[in-house]
């Protein structure tokens, strides 16, 4: 399908041009949420009235992910993820890392019991799980199972769906990064959902330019290889949106 990233062989060739979305697209990239449903609802709102302004367009809607964790309603924004995505648009979800810490918690407790302390105790609240005095106790299986328990089928399945990264004419949608230098067919799924440090730092070409999130900024990161727009939505109240249609780009945000 296209734009669907596969691993297969063979590195693509850096762009040697401005990059360009493909003709007749315009794209919408979403930054991380963090269970800010009351955000993400004004900036989708923003988001179908620009789409309007632009009938003409093939629209595609790119979530980098990090739809869980820190903010109050995690529950609520995968629900509204699964229900209610804006009419006349594909819509894109990628899996960030703290969607792979869930699901992995409820694999095996034990070695995702870090997740609990970057943001999966407000997860267990949104879904219902007391977080009084006796959690502390409760062994982590037991706590897993109780999550799994409470976590409907539907979101379940669509976390599970995720996919890992996304390619749409010069861009490369993923949630962290890449590693450089490695073929974009041969990162690891490691990489594309925890990276930092190398990627940030690189100002060497990519084969596609990046969008991401995962690091926060005060304001969108606009560099030669990689558009950063993870503006800390859960704490600033910004959730941001980078706009893509041929050469050009702008910012919706819910400032």
């Not at 706009?243 to 780009?249: A, D, E, F, I």
Request: aromatic content about 8%; glycine content about 10%.
């Amino acid at each position: 399908m296209l734009g669907v990233f596969s691993r297969r062989r063979g590195a693509s060739p850096p762009p040697s041009s401005p990059p360009e979305a493909p003709a007749g697209q315009r794209v919408y990239a979403i930054g991380d949420i963090h269970g800010r449903l009351d955000l993400l609802r004004v900036l989708l709102e923003r988001i179908q009235q620009d789409a309007e302004c632009h009938p003409d367009a093939e629209r595609t809607l790119v979530y980098l992910g990090d739809y869980i964790d820190r903010g109050p309603d995690s529950r609520q924004v995968v629900e509204h993820l699964v229900t209610a995505q804006p009419s006349g648009m594909r819509s894109v979800f990628l899996m960030g890392n703290h969607e792979e810490s869930l699901l992995g918690f409820i694999e095996d407790p034990e070695a995702y019991a870090g997740w609990l302390s970057y943001g999966g105790l407000a997860t267990l609240v949104s879904y219902g799980i007391d977080p009084g005095p006796h959690m502390a106790a409760l062994p982590l299986p037991d706590l897993a199972e109780e999550l799994l328990a409470r976590i409907p089928e539907q979101h379940l399945n669509f976390l599970r769906r995720l996919q890992e990264a996304y390619v749409l004419g010069d861009y490369l949608f993923v949630h962290a990064g890449i590693r450089p230098g490695v073929p974009v067919e041969l990162q690891s799924r490691q990489d594309l959902l925890w990276i930092r440090g190398d990627f940030l730092r690189s100002t060497a070409p990519h084969p596609k330019v990046i969008v991401h999130g995962h690091n926060i900024s005060e304001e969108p990161e606009i560099k030669a290889n990689r558009i950063g727009i993870d503006t800390g939505a859960y704490a600033s109240g910004c959730l941001t949106c980078v706009v893509l249609q041929g050469r050009s780009r702008s910012f919706i945000d819910t400032r």
